[in-house]
């Protein structure tokens, strides 16, 4: 059958066997993705530790805050948000000239109930990563009749494009900041216990001698 539909229709043969080609193809293309198609496991080690994020201090919550105000800005962080219970900062950096990073600071005060002199603090910080594209500029131009017709230019311009964020989990970024945050904060007065009354001292008193009277004797008989 196939003999003769060559024989009487050669360009109609052509076609299907073309087509039967390019539907197998497409039926065999996903074997053919790449490995970043898969998809990739990932599980986080969150809660293994809690003191990489977290100190107590026995501080008031305002006075703690602005501890950690004053560290961030003493590193060069910008300040956007500086209340009681929460700061928050950024920073830009340039390790070269076509890679860019932005970190986000996050600090926590929260009060443990213990009279106002006892402060839990939360740090945080996410690192964004940015790189350099070339992005090629265009141009419409009018022309009667047919529309607007798009030209591209020769000129590019270079943008930054996120290319991943990630949450810094580096115990020894949290450790400097501590350490440096425990610098601001007021050093408590140190208690003074209270004077002790002085203790009055009595003179001694001598003993007195008993004077005893003695009766005069009599006058002897002459």
């Known amino acids: 059958m196939l003999t003769v539909l060559i024989r009487r229709f050669p360009a109609v ?16 293309m996903p074997e053919a993705l790449p490995g970043p198609e898969r998809a990739i496991a990932f599980t986080p080690n ?25 560290a961030l800005l003493s590193q060069g962080y910008i300040v956007e948000t500086a209340t009681k219970d929460e700061v928050k900062g950024r920073k830009y950096y340039q390790p070269t ?30 690192q964004d990563r940015y790189v350099i594209k070339k992005v090629n500029n265009s141009a419409s131009v009018g022309v009667g009749g047919l529309g607007s017709l798009s030209l591209p230019l020769n000129s590019t311009d270079d943008t930054l494009v996120k290319v991943g964020s990630e949450t810094i989990a580096d115990a020894q970024f949290y450790a400097r ?46």
Not at 98 to 106: K, N, T
């Open 46 to 70: 969150d809660f293994d530790s809690a003191d990489v994020h977290t100190r107590h201090l026995r501080a008031p919550q305002a006075q703690t805050c602005e501890a950690a105000r004053r």
């Open 177 to 222: 900041f501590f350490d440096l945050f425990a610098r601001y904060l007021p050093t408590p007065a140190p208690v003074v216990a209270p004077a002790a009354a002085p203790v009055q001292v009595l003179p001694v008193v001598q003993p007195q001698a008993e004077h005893q009277s003695v009766a005069p004797l009599p006058d002897e008989a002459h």
């Open 97 to 126: 000239p076509d890679v860019h990073y932005e970190v986000q600071m996050r600090v926590v005060c929260a009060a443990e109930g213990q009279g106002d002199m006892g402060t839990s603090v939360f740090a945080s910080a996410i």
């Open 13 to 28: 043969a052509c076609a299907t066997a073309a087509l039967a080609l390019s539907v197998g193809g497409c039926a065999r």
